[in-house]
């Protein structure tokens, strides 16, 4: 199983960027996924989530209104489109897959099986 991240870069705060993630070697559309983020000196953190279908979504709270999360399940891909950028956005993010049987599972590190290597999102002031 593969998962690489990819889309971040050097942005200014208010800017959009759409991260994505390429999935392969596990059959996608049976996966929830996600992404999560580590700034530094903290530990990761949950970003959004969404079922394998992509009709149940889970964000958190501090990007709600700012971050979408969207899959192509054809395609085996996962998207995390970002608008209105602030520093404090400023991490790694990582997408990650698993298999959740329960709703508390979406929002949880440690339910994840697998994970990206992550791509680094840099927001200036």
């Known amino acids: 199983v593969q998962l690489q991240a990819f889309g971040g870069g050097l942005v200014q705060a208010g800017d959009s960027l759409r991260l994505s993630c390429a999935a392969s070697?596990?059959?996608?559309?049976?996966?929830?996924v996600g992404w999560f983020r580590q700034a530094p000196g903290k530990e990761r953190a949950f970003v959004a989530s969404?079922?394998?279908?992509?009709?149940?979504?889970y964000t958190e709270d501090s990007v709600k209104g700012r971050f979408t999360i969207f899959r192509d399940n054809a395609k085996n891909m996962l998207y995390l489109q970002m608008s209105s950028l602030k520093p404090e956005d400023t991490a790694v993010y990582y997408c990650?897959?698993?298999?959740?049987?329960?709703?508390?599972?979406?929002?949880?590190?440690?339910?994840?099986?697998?994970w990206g290597r992550g791509t680094l999102v840099t927001v200036s002031s």
């Open positions: 969404t079922s394998p279908n992509g009709s149940i979504k």
């Open positions: 990650a897959a698993g298999q959740h049987s329960r709703a508390s599972d979406y929002v949880v590190a440690g339910r994840y099986n697998y």
């Open positions: 070697g596990l059959t996608f559309s049976t996966y929830a």
